[in-house]
Structure formats: structure tokens, C-alpha cells
């Protein structure tokens, strides 16, 4: 059977290349980077090597990378790790109601010991408003934490705008670029980003390794104590083959990044230009045209979305829902909720996200398979509402 995987913002192939490092690491490398015999120091060469390469992709300084097992750890450091070294300064920061769950729940734990958290709305397109992030600014912020793009959405932020905002009133930028670092320019030092949180597996690179970016002067508390690894930013021997990934995995996807994204928005827009045609009354969930080129979450009126990922995964097609279902319940996004999505529009919304693997056959037969889910639905009674009539 014929497989198309359309969940790239979930996670992505190790690229051939990518793999090829990680092993050749995993079997020539066998010394800690924290030993000082010759083993130890090729292992201590080939994460310098890798650093280099992460700063080279992000625009920052090789020692303001700290590599991290990943978005989550990142975002955490970041979070708490500002807060922690700032916390006589003031304790206040400013995120949004769209983050990721590593951002939200960072912040939740934060606001239980006392600091005040304020979370920027946006409006149903996706999109900030950067004057409310001037206006929420008080004198106690100590940090100002919004993604780069949306991972179910793909909708994008102004990010040099916020950036430019923060460097104004002085206050540390923390920029989560998780699923943006693929298909975005990205320079921490022209954008105003002081913290940057990156994640292997969302670049072609494993899963359990990432990295974060604390640029000079920004003050940061580790969170994982142990020895003086990164700088004493972050203790633990470090994931030596999969930071070697991370650093091959930079240097492909900044290689072709402009083409690439270019070509998958082609067959992005293609796949929601068809879906829209096949399907009366979908809609694509965020702004038309500042979203990633890979991401088209789109609404199918009367579906179930777990019915319908169900049927699209019995035909090969591997896509994804903003609602976690469990027990027979689903949840429905924060993120659509957030932007005055309707539970009901919400719940039957579906993300597709393409990837470097992706080709126009993909996107071919899932339209060619398209019709016959949706007959299938409405022969077994599955679909909703009175759309057919
Ligand atoms: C925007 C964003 N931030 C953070 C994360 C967490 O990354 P990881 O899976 O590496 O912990 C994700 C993962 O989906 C994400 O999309």
C-alpha cells in the first residue's frame, strides 16, 4: 500500500547524510568530551564541530549554544532558567495563548511560585498584535517568550518586530523556533533573539536532542545540575551522536532552505486548494499567506477528526489533529480555541504538514483518495450535519 506521511511538524526522517554521521559518531567515538585523553578530545573536537555548525545556522556565537535533549528542555531552560536569574530584578513574563505546552506548562509552573504571567490573545486568523505586547510590558518583566511559528496553525509572529520591541525596553527575547528552523530565515543577532530554542527531529536530525541559544548576556539559571558540561548551563554528559546529527542536520536543511520551501509550498497549496475544491465548506484554519510553508491545518465540516484520521490512516495517509483524544473524549486545540475557533469547526479540523520527503505524487493521491473517504463517511452515517443536501 502506498504511504504518504503529511505529519512532518509532529516529527521528521533522519535524512540519509544525517544518519551516516550519527552512526560513524556512535562507532568511532567512543570518549567522553569531558576526558582529556585523546579520545575524549576527538569526542570533544566533533560537539565543537556541531556547535559551530548550530550557531552558523541560528546567527549566534558557537558559546552561546547550549545543547539540550530537545524543544521541550529548551523551552524549559529557558523559561525557568530566565526567571530563576531574575527573579529580584521582577517577576513577570509575557508569553501568548498559543504557545507550545513546553512554553504553557513552563509558565504554569512558574505562575505557582508567584510570578504573574500574562498571555497575548491573538485574533482568528492567528495572528499577534505586537501593540498589546508593548502595552502588557511592566516594569518587573523580566521575559518575553513567543514562537516563531504555530506547530498546528504554522501561522508565524513578527518575530524581528518583537525582537526589535524587546531590545527596546531591555528585556530578554525568548523565541521558540522549533518548527520555523526548517523553512524560515533565521538570525538570532539581525532578529533581536536573545534565547532561541531549537529540536533535532523537527530538522531530519534524532529525536532526544536540541539545542538552545543564550546569547551574551542573558542571564540563565541551569535547571539540570550535575557537572560544568555546556558551560554549566546544563549538567549531563552530552548526547554526543545526536548533537553530531543536530550539526549535520543544520548545515543541509540552511543549504536548501529557500528552494525547499518554495517547493513544498507549492505542493502545500496545491493539497489545501484541492481539499477545499473536494470537500464542501472546508476551510483552512490560520492567515492565508503569513503561515509555514508546509503547514495547511484545515477544517472539514461534519468529519470526526479521529473518524477521519482513522480512514486516512487505513489508505497510508499519516496526518494529525490539534485535539488529544482520550477515553472516548477528545480535547479540543488551545491553539484554534484561542484564535475564537468554534469547538464544533475545531473538531473537525486536521493538520497536514509536509516535509523535504514529500512529492507531488503525495499530494496527488490524497486528493485521488479524498472523495472516497468522504462517501464512505456519509454511507456509514459519519459525517454531520446536512452539507450533502
Ligand atoms: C513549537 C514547538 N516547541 C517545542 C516542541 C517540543 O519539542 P520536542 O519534541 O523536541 O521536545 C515542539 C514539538 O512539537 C513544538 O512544535
Not at 530563576?84 to 507550545?100: K, L
Amino acid at each position: 500500500m502506498k504511504t504518504v506521511y503529511l505529519d512532518n511538524n509532529a516529527s521528521t526522517h533522519v535524512h540519509p547524510l544525517v544518519l551516516e554521521r550519527y552512526i560513524a559518531c556512535c562507532r568511532d567515538l567512543p570518549g567522553n568530551p569531558s576526558s582529556i585523553h585523546r579520545s575524549g578530545r576527538e569526542s570533544r573536537a566533533a560537539l565543537e564541530t556541531a556547535r559551530e555548525q548550530v550557531a552558523c545556522f541560528c546567527g549566534c556565537d558557537p558559546s552561546e549554544v547550549i545543547f539540550t535533549s530537545g524543544g521541550t528542555e529548551g523551552d524549559n531552560l529557558a523559561l525557568k532558567g530566565v526567571a530563576a536569574a531574575s527573579s529580584r530584578r521582577g517577576r513577570h513574563i509575557i508569553t501568548t495563548a498559543v504557545e507550545h505546552p513546553a512554553v504553557l506548562a513552563s509558565c504554569l509552573d512558574l505562575e505557582r511560585q508567584g510570578y504573574e504571567i500574562t498571555r497575548l490573545a491573538v485574533d482568528l486568523l492567528g495572528r499577534l498584535d505586537t501593540a498589546r505586547l508593548e502595552d502588557a510590558i511592566t516594569p518587573g518583566t523580566v521575559l518575553i517568550s513567543a514562537m516563531y511559528a504555530n506547530n498546528e496553525t504554522g501561522v508565524i509572529f513578527p518575530v524581528a518586530e518583537i525582537g526589535a520591541i524587546a531590545a527596546r525596553h531591555r528585556i530578554p527575547f525568548h523565541c521558540d523556533g522549533v518548527q520555523a528552523a526548517g523553512w524560515l530565515p533565521l538570525d538570532c543577532r539581525s532578529q533581536g533573539i536573545g534565547l532561541l530554542t531549537l529540536s533535532g527531529h523537527k530538522l531530519h536530525a534524532p529525536k532526544g536532542v536540541g539545542a538552545l541559544v543564550a546569547r551574551k548576556g542573558v542571564r540563565l539559571h541551569p535547571i539540570l545540575h550535575g557537572g560544568s558540561q555546556e558551560r554549566n548551563r546544563r549538567g549531563g554528559t552530552e548526547n554526543l551522536s545526536g548533537i553530531v546529527a543536530l550539526g549535520a542536520a543544520c548545515d543541509l536543511v540552511a543549504a536548501s532552505r529557500t528552494e525547499e520551501s518554495e517547493r513544498v509550498r507549492r505542493l502545500r497549496d496545491k493539497l489545501e486548494g484541492g481539499m477545499l475544491a473536494l470537500w464542501p465548506g472546508a476551510a483552512v484554519n490560520g492567515h492565508p499567506t503569513e503561515r509555514l510553508p508546509n503547514t495547511a491545518n484545515i477544517s472539514f465540516p461534519g468529519a470526526r477528526v479521529d473518524t477521519l484520521l482513522a480512514c486516512l490512516d487505513l489508505l497510508g495517509v499519516a496526518a494529525s489533529s490539534g485535539a488529544a483524544c482520550s477515553s472516548g473524549t477528545v480535547r479540543h486545540s488551545p491553539v484554534l480555541a484561542a484564535m475564537g475557533i468554534s469547538p464544533d469547526v475545531a473538531a473537525a479540523s486536521l493538520r497536514f504538514s509536509l516535509g523535504r520527503d514529500t512529492v507531488e505524487e503525495d499530494i496527488n493521491y490524497v486528493l485521488e483518495i479524498l472523495p472516497g473517504v468522504r462517501e464512505r463517511l456519509l454511507a456509514g452515517g459519519k459525517l454531520r450535519g446536512n452539507d450533502e443536501s
